[in-house]
């Protein structure tokens, strides 16, 4: 690596009117995460050839790298529609659209690379292209599309086997209509790769729950839970640590000793003490608690934005942590014990700064990550103003979703019932905590309730959110908005109580995960 940097360098000095040598020295930056360096030489680039896509593009994934999206979004604008030069162009700008959101122009641009790819000689190329085709169309809500697309991927590359679990996603299967004796074939001629037979364990999990053979259908989870947790280092004791963590430094006498010494938390003029931007509503909780339908529910208010899963506070976070420790912290126990010390407002501000400019053109917008639980008393600490729901479940049907989803990233303690129940239980532990510390700042909202009684529900989340009632809210199978959850598929049906209480059918299973919350005095019947 520095053998290139130094070639790169003496290009630059013997030919600095050659584009093509500031856009590798840019590219070598850019893998180096020196984002200072790789903005500055691609605009070197661009002064010498202000109209080569090639440079553009490498000056927005340059500034997607340092989290400035807004800026990102601003330069995109004049890459729609313009002609790739080769696939890997198509690729590059069809995944730069994506990271934006744009979905429409991420489409435009895999269907451009299609033009590229001779079937007869590059079919799994072509395979991908359409795999990816079909999960931008169910972020869109057009299942059947998805469903073709998906067929024309595997019938160009019969081993993808993440399009066979997307596929079995997609709907709900019936008796008649599966996928099931291909899916078995698919295992029984042998998978190497224990993600790969993961993914085709949990596809015929999904299919065979679909058709109501609920044993089969866990006997195959299981095995595909086993597949993709002997892949992970892991060590659920550490979490649980970090949450406990959480809960003693963040204590009732670290807010009344904050309290006491910053009236602004408990004002309710204008104070300079503390960021007064009131738009975030944060939905939060464990995954596959609901969490989706609750945010299609507000965000299909006129005044409403859902800017879906952020990391932004999280960083955020880290930015202060960074300008607060002498050193960087060792472990996330330290990380949690030194982020008490940070600046609350300065967070809260540039949270909001970092969330445009998706955000600001509503009154309100949503963040939805899951696991802004752990950052409770941060938000309200920097945003006091934001609304915080906390979306819940019955605890048996919490952890059995969450065991059957195969998660892309993240949730390394839902494969093994074991330790899903100790983290549940750690988790439940937490959020019990902020509410005691927290008194009337977090507004609870359960899942079954919502399917219940939607209307009623609806009309409490908006009077906590501070919306005035609007009658499509509850008609949030009809919010076009784009969704990337894995319930992508679901929240465009109407509402539905089939999944509550869903755990029943496989109470023998999950047995050793409801003797572990029962003795943690968490209710389960």
């Known amino acids: 690596m520095p053998q290139a940097k130094q070639a790169c360098q003496k290009i630059n000095q013997d030919f600095p009117e050659n584009a093509d040598g500031w856009y590798a020295t840019s590219f070598l930056a850019f893998q180096l995460k020196n984002t200072e360096l790789a903005l500055a030489t691609i605009d070197k680039a661009i002064q010498l050839q202000p109209t080569a896509l090639q440079w553009q593009l490498q000056k927005v994934n340059t500034l997607l790298l340092m989290s400035d999206k807004s800026a990102a979004k601003v330069l995109a604008k004049f890459l729609k529609h313009k002609q790739a030069a080769d696939l890997a162009q198509c690729h590059d700008l069809a995944m730069m659209f994506t990271k934006l959101n744009d979905f ?57 086997y993440e399009a066979y679990l997307l596929r079995a996603s997609l709907k709900k299967q019936s008796k008649t209509s599966n996928h099931i004796a291909q ?44 597949a993709r947790r002997d892949c992970m280092r892991y060590d659920v004791e550490q979490d649980i640590l970090t949450l406990q963590k959480i809960t003693t430094t963040f204590n009732q006498y670290f807010f009344k000793q904050y309290r006491g010494s910053n009236a602004a938390l408990t004002s309710t003029e204008g104070v300079a003490g503390v960021c007064e931007n009131s738009e975030a509503i944060f939905i939060l909780g464990l995954p596959r608690t609901g969490s989706t339908l609750v945010d299609r529910i507000i965000s299909h208010h006129s005044d409403v934005f859902s800017a879906g899963e952020l990391n932004n506070f999280a960083l955020c976070m880290m930015d202060e942590i960074q300008k607060t420790a002498k050193s960087a912290p060792k472990s996330r126990q330290e990380l949690v014990e030194v982020s008490r010390n940070i600046d609350f407002k300065t967070l809260g501000e540039n949270y909001i700064k970092s969330t445009r400019p998706e955000t600001g053109l509503t009154k309100k917008f949503i ?47 839902s494969y093994e019932l074991t330790e899903l129940a100790k983290y549940y239980i750690a988790h439940h532990k937490m959020m019990q905590h902020w509410y005691r510390v927290l008194p009337n ?51 465009r049906e109407k509402i539905y109580t089939s999944s509550a209480g869903k755990w029943r059918h496989y109470a023998k299973e999950l047995q050793p995960i409801k003797q572990l919350l029962v003795q943690a005095g968490i209710a389960c019947d």
């Open 367 to 413: 963040d939805k990550l899951p696991l802004n639980s752990l950052y409770v008393g941060l938000i309200h600490l920097a945003l006091p103003k934001a609304k915080i729901i906390h979306v819940t479940r019955h605890p048996l049907d919490t952890c059995y979703s969450i065991y059957k989803q195969m998660f892309t990233n993240g949730y390394p303690f």
């Open 441 to 491: 700042v977090i507004h609870q909202v359960a899942y079954e309730d919502v399917v219940n009684d939607l209307t009623v529900e609806a009309k409490k989340l908006l009077a906590y959110c501070q919306l005035d009632w609007q009658a499509q809210c509850v008609d949030f199978q009809n919010n076009s908005a784009p969704a990337t959850t894995a319930s992508a598929s679901q929240v």
């Open 104 to 160: 429409t122009q991420a489409q435009y641009y895999y269907q451009q690379a299609l033009a590229f790819i001779n079937q007869s000689k590059h079919p799994k190329e072509r395979a991908q292209v359409y795999f990816n085709l079909a999960s931008i169309s169910r972020y869109q809500g057009n299942i059947n599309l998805a469903e073709q697309q998906l067929n024309q991927a595997l019938t160009l590359n019969p081993k993808d």
């Open 183 to 226: 899916l078995k074939q698919v295992l029984a001629q042998g998978i190497k790769q224990p993600i790969c037979k993961a993914q085709i364990h949990y596809a015929l999990a999904k299919e065979l729950e679909d058709i109501q053979q609920y044993p089969q259908s866990f006997e195959q989870l299981s095995q595909g839970a086993k």
